[in-house]
Structure formats: structure tokens, C-alpha cells
């Protein structure tokens, strides 16, 4: 199971014992900001993507949208996401509960600049109703990105 994988790496990072697990879906954004009793924005969504032959996750805020020219500027291609039977089997965890914590080895991680709003963000541990709160250098610290970027648009108001 999905979630096995993230709470079997989160253990090697000493906080497994943090994972969130819920009795509702927490599948998207809407769904885990309920869950949690939190704001979508503070939800980190993992975007699944193809960039050559490459499995690429994004971990963004939950109000972003991707920036097709921002995200052309930075991968040199155009935006394409994985379909949702290849997530799976591409990254280790079905759409639903993709984060970037026990992925299958070669996904690139990257985090989006999006996330530096806020102090804690909540992203998926595996599965469609779980998450844990993370503090964005604990993020930083167990995604493990190859950088930061700025590939989303983030809603004005």
C-alpha cells in the first residue's frame, strides 16, 4: 500500500508518528482542506509530470495553478502531465495521495516558491485520506528537491 511507503520513509525521518489519517477522503485540495480544518492554500498538492523521460513532481500550494510560460522557461518544455493510470506505476502512489516521501527512485522533486507563504503546509502521505503537517524546512528537509522554482500562479486577493 501507498501509504506504507510514505510512513516507512517518514520513519527514517523521525515522524511517521505525525501522519494524519482520516475517515473522509482527503483526495484534493477542497477535500483535505475539510478534513484538516484548514485553508486549500495551505494544502501541498504534488503535480505529476513528464518532462522528456523523466517523472517530475511539483509540490505546490493548493490555490496555484501552473504557469505554462514560467513552467516552459524552467523544464524547456511544454507542460505535460502524467495520465492518471501512469501516475501510479511513475511516481509510487496513485493520484489521491502523491507526495514526494517514498516515490520510486529517479522522480525529480522540485518545490514550488508558492509554498514559502506560510509557516506549516499539509501535504499527502500516500493515500486518499491522509496527511501531515510539515514546517517548510521539515518539507525542504524530507522531499529531498533538486531546487526550488517558480512555475505556479498564485490566485490575486
Known amino acids: 500500500m501507498s501509504i506504507e511507503r510514505a510512513r516507512a520513509y517518514l520513519e ?4 511517521a508518528d505525525r501522519i494524519l489519517e482520516f475517515d473522509t477522503s482527503s483526495a484534493t485540495v477542497e477535500l483535505a482542506a475539510q478534513a484538516l480544518g484548514t485553508q486549500g492554500c495551505r494544502i501541498a498538492k504534488s503535480l ?3 518532462v522528456e523521460e523523466r517523472a517530475v513532481l511539483i509540490v505546490c500550494a493548493g490555490d496555484t495553478r ?5 513552467y ?7 507542460a505535460k502531465m502524467l495520465a492518471p493510470d501512469e501516475v ?9 495521495g502523491v507526495c514526494p516521501f517514498g ?3 529517479g522522480v525529480e522533486v522540485y518545490l514550488d516558491e508558492s509554498l514559502k507563504r506560510f509557516e506549516t503546509v499539509f501535504p499527502a502521505c500516500g ?6 503537517e510539515l514546517t517548510i524546512p521539515e518539507l525542504e528537509q524530507f522531499a529531498r528537491p533538486l ?3 517558480n512555475v505556479c500562479k498564485i490566485p490575486e486577493g
Not at 501510479?88 to 489521491?96: N, S, T
Not at 493515500?127 to 501531515?132: E, G, K, L, M, T
Open 12 to 15: 527514517t525521518c523521525g515522524v
Open 48 to 50: 505529476s509530470f513528464q
Open 66 to 70: 501552473i504557469d505554462n510560460a514560467k
Open 72 to 78: 516552459k522557461a524552467f523544464f524547456h518544455t511544454k
Open 88 to 96: 501510479e506505476r511513475q511516481i509510487g502512489h496513485a493520484v489521491g
Open 103 to 105: 516515490i520510486e527512485d
Open 127 to 132: 493515500s486518499s485520506n491522509s496527511a501531515i
Open 147 to 149: 531546487a526550488w522554482t
